[in-house]
């Protein structure tokens, strides 16, 4: 997939008046993209729309961004894009109660390799933290992790042929599975393995 550069983004004016748009376009674009494991992780698969949408959203709230951090955020963000059979996810781990959330984070380390994917007939294939992304705390989980799933050619070819898929996560203090993902959301999907 082809990355996103500078001069592809929305000069921040532009992208003003058309971000009602952009929104009404994305939020549901986002949700068939959307894979909610168990009630407090969240795992959304990125594309170069969503990338995009999260860069001209950045550019708006910090229109001075200087060209240093535009070129480090392109950088950071072009990581997320799919590519030839790795879907690129980001995972939010949701907690309102910010009590609650520190004690949960405090028990979820590792919770970032513990995320899988799996295409009937195929091994789970766990999600690895996307090189230069990963931000882990020393003492607790982070909120988002940014994962990379690695699929086999057959284990792709399959997924694109509408083999069934499930997804969990299998961590000491957070196991649960999605026993099938939506067939909207596996649609969406293998426009990114293609």
Known sequence: ???ISRNSLLKPGIYAAQR???RDRVIPFKKLRTVHIGKHATVLFENELTIRYQLQE????DKSMEQDALHHELAVYNALLPEQRALKATLLLEFVDADIRDAKL????GI???VWIKVDGHPPV???PVAGLDDRHTDRAASVYFLSFQLS????????GGEAVAMGIDHPAYRHTVDEISPETQVVLMEDLK
């Not at 950045?58 to 709230?61: D, E, G, P, S, T």
């Not at 050619?153 to 694109?160: K, M, T, V």
């Open 20 to 22: 009602q748009q952009w």
């Open 112 to 114: 970032e390799h513990a």
């Open 126 to 128: 766990h999600g690895q």
């Open 1 to 3: 997939m082809a990355k």
């Open 153 to 160: 050619p057959q284990a792709a070819q399959d997924f694109i």
């Open 106 to 109: 405090a028990q979820l380390q």
């Open 58 to 61: 950045m550019i708006r709230v």
